[in-house]
């Protein structure tokens, strides 16, 4: 019987080491900073630190109106889908995985309505639906 419970206590340490560790693909931190025009226009700048997995892939959200968007300073394709506009941050970089930090600025217009009362309301869409995990978000707006 002591036979048989060693034997399972070593299938089970085995078992145990055979078991993959669960990262998975999420942005570790991302800071936005928006800056408003006079024109009534806004200039958003995200840098995210992202954590992507081998065979992942993320594809960073920016609302359907957005304008001039590029990653890390290179104008980039996005396709549109569910009246938002999507960058596959993972096709840009070539299936890189690990740590990365990329830089997606755009320009979004008409972000200033001017009320009836004489106030002015600011609609700003910071994040357009990120499909992962965030830690942690700090936003600025100038």
Same mark, same amino acid.
Request: proline share 4%.
């Given at each position: 019987?002591?036979?048989?419970?060693?034997?399972?206590?070593?299938?089970?340490?085995?078992?145990?080491?055979?078991?993959?560790?669960?990262?998975?693909?999420?942005?570790?931190?991302?800071?936005?900073?928006?800056?408003?025009?006079?024109?009534?226009?806004?200039?958003? *700048? =995200? *840098?995210?630190?992202?954590?992507?997995?081998?065979?992942?892939?993320?594809?960073?959200?920016?609302?359907?109106?957005?304008?001039?968007?590029?990653?890390?300073?290179?104008?980039?394709?996005?396709?549109?889908?569910?009246?938002?506009?999507?960058?596959?941050?993972?096709?840009?970089?070539?299936?890189?995985?690990?740590?990365?930090?990329?830089?997606?600025?755009?320009?979004?217009?008409?972000?200033?309505?001017?009320?009836?009362?004489?106030?002015?309301?600011?609609?700003?869409?910071?994040?357009?639906?990120?499909?992962?995990?965030?830690?942690?978000?700090?936003?600025? =707006?100038?």
């Amino acid at each position: 019987m002591r036979k048989i419970k060693i034997f399972a206590l070593i299938l089970l340490i085995l078992w145990a080491f055979c078991i993959p560790a669960s990262a998975q693909t999420e942005a570790s931190m991302v800071s936005i900073a928006a800056q408003v025009r006079s024109d009534e226009s806004c200039q958003i *700048t =995200v *840098t995210a630190q992202l954590h992507m997995e081998e065979g992942s892939g993320i594809r960073f959200p920016v609302p359907a109106d957005a304008e001039s968007i590029t990653l890390n300073g290179s104008r980039v394709r996005t396709s549109a889908a569910d009246q938002k506009k999507y960058i596959d941050i993972s096709k840009e970089l070539g299936g890189i995985t690990g740590d990365i930090t990329v830089t997606v600025q755009y320009n979004l217009p008409d972000v200033v309505e001017n009320r009836a009362d004489g106030r002015a309301l600011l609609r700003l869409p910071l994040l357009s639906g990120f499909e992962h995990r965030i830690k942690g978000l700090e936003f600025s =707006v100038t």
